[in-house]
């Protein structure tokens, strides 16, 4: 599965308190992204990395923030959580020379 | 700015029937396009992509540039076919990908 995880994959919290979603990969690739995933829309950058320090907004990067420190970890934060920012949210990095990007599994978020 | 469009959110089909999920973009650049398939509890996974020109699974998809489209075909649709099914571009230079809203596709027995 191209040692790819997340974590935690379940997560409820209460409007307001910050969360962090953790991304894992194994395999020292260069790019990882962020995207939320809601009904009737698809799929939606929320921000990426091109590398260690290196990071960049996607479409709906407002309420998050994102850090990488090491080429294995990126993490997702949203620093005061609202009802709208339930979710999935799936991270995924770059392979291979053909662009595809991998999956991870997917944080369900719930903030009440 | 790109965008990707999946008209079809649902879509509905007897095991054995054709299916066809639509996918229509705007770039002005030259495209790269991809179709990505979740299967119900699983990660996303790429089930193709148009510059390998690959069937997988028995589905294809051709890039048609003067009608903007590369809709997801397959003769002889399966129950294990049921799934969300996402259209993704990426631009010429960079990394990104855009997605559809995806279709959900159901295979009848």
């Known amino acids: 599965d191209a040692g790819i995880t997340q974590s935690p994959r379940h997560k409820v919290t209460e409007t307001g308190t910050p969360v962090t979603l953790r991304c894992h990969q194994t395999e020292n690739h260069r790019y990882m992204y962020w995207y939320r995933q809601d009904p009737g829309h698809g799929l939606r950058l929320i921000h990426y990395s091109y590398g260690v320090k290196d990071t960049d907004k996607g479409e709906v990067s407002d309420g998050y923030s994102v850090s990488r420190s090491k080429t294995e970890d990126f993490l997702l934060t949203l620093e005061s959580a609202t009802s709208s920012q339930t979710s999935v949210y799936f991270c995924?990095?770059?392979?291979?020379?053909?662009?595809?990007?991998?999956f991870g599994p997917g944080t369900r978020l719930t903030v009440l | 700015a790109q965008r990707v469009t999946q008209p079809e959110k649902l879509l509905s089909v007897f095991k054995g029937a054709p299916v066809e999920l639509k996918c229509n973009y705007s770039y002005s650049g030259s495209p790269e396009l991809f179709w990505y398939v979740q299967y119900s509890r699983q990660r996303l996974q790429l089930l193709l992509r148009?510059?390998s020109r690959e069937s997988i699974k028995g589905f294809t998809a051709d890039l048609n540039k003067g009608e903007t489209s590369f809709h997801l075909k397959k003769p002889f649709a399966q129950e294990e076919d049921s799934a969300m099914y996402y259209c993704?571009?990426?631009?010429?230079?960079?990394?990104?990908?855009?997605f559809g809203e995806g279709t959900q596709l159901t295979v009848n027995p």
């Open positions: 148009h510059i």
């Open positions: 993704a571009l990426k631009e010429t230079s960079g990394s990104r990908l855009t």
């Open positions: 995924a990095i770059r392979v291979g020379g053909d662009n595809e990007q991998f």
